[in-house]
Antibody, heavy 120, light 107 residues
Framework: EVQLVESGGGLVKPGGSLRLSCAAS????????MNWVRQAPGKGLEWVSS????????YYADSVKGRFTISRDNAKNSLYLQMNSLRAEDTAVYYC?????????????WGQGTLVTVSS | AIQLTQSPSSLSASVGDRVTITCRAS??????LAWYQQKPGKAPKLLIY???SLESGVPSRFSGSGSGTDFTLTISSLQPEDFATYYC?????????FGGGTKVEIK
């Protein structure tokens, strides 16, 4: 069974840092591109970042570029999001999501999400 | 960035109704569009990819159509478990933007 489990969320002050993790199981993690998607309370979905299977290709939303860093460790079946210089508008549930095996056409598995709250 | 505009933002419908949701892209995206369903407190669920391909395990009452800039998600006969919020997402280019969502409520 495919499972994605996020962790690392919490309360952080503006300007602070946080590192999210996503532990993957039930599939060959090293074969899939992965993404982070966030959802502010009561709002819609926002794509945050994408990383290819071998980390060769990395993309960011303009809203997080220069502040967030996506990475992965295929040996540990884990995806990460390092978030620096956090702002109130970064408050959201952060989901990790797997790309369909045959290409960038949809996210077929999602984690349960981890809540990040940026507040003083 | 490519903007996706969904309409309506919300709708009320009854069980058994045919429901249509529209997603319009600010520029052509070929068929690089997916649709998701999200229920409160849950992660999104993939319904449709490549604009019209049904994801495995998704009921056949869901269908997608369109290409270029105009896309449609149709639920042929609304069921009680279909009351949720629906989002489109484009995969034509980065950033992979989402539409604003359409909330389907019980009439």
């Amino acid at each position: 069974e495919v499972q994605l489990v996020e962790s690392g969320g919490g309360l952080v002050k503006p300007g602070g840092s946080l590192r999210l993790s996503c532990a993957a199981s039930g599939f060959t993690f090293s074969s899939y591109s992965m993404n982070w998607v966030r959802q502010a309370p009561g709002k819609g979905l926002e794509w945050v970042s994408s990383i290819s299977s071998s980390s060769s290709y990395i993309y960011y939303a303009d809203s997080v570029k220069g502040r967030f860093t996506i990475s992965r460790d295929n040996a540990k079946n884990s995806l990460y999001l390092q978030m620096n210089s956090l702002r109130a508008e970064d408050t959201a549930v952060y989901y990790c999501a797997r790309v369909l095996w045959f290409g960038e056409k949809g996210f077929d598995y999602w984690g349960q999400g981890t809540l990040v709250t940026v507040s003083s | 960035a490519i903007q996706l505009t969904q309409s309506p933002s919300s709708l009320s419908a009854s069980v058994g109704d045919r429901v249509t949701i529209t997603c319009r892209a600010s520029q052509g995206i070929s068929s690089a569009l997916a649709w998701y369903q999200q229920k409160p407190g849950k992660a999104p669920k993939l319904l449709i990819y490549d604009a019209s391909s049904l994801e495995s395990g998704v009921p056949s009452r869901f269908s997608g159509s369109g290409s270029g800039t105009d896309f449609t998600l149709t639920i042929s006969s609304l069921q009680p478990e279909d009351f949720a919020t629906y989002y489109c997402q484009q995969f034509n280019s980065y950033p992979q933007t989402f539409g604003g969502g359409t909330k389907v409520e019980i009439k």
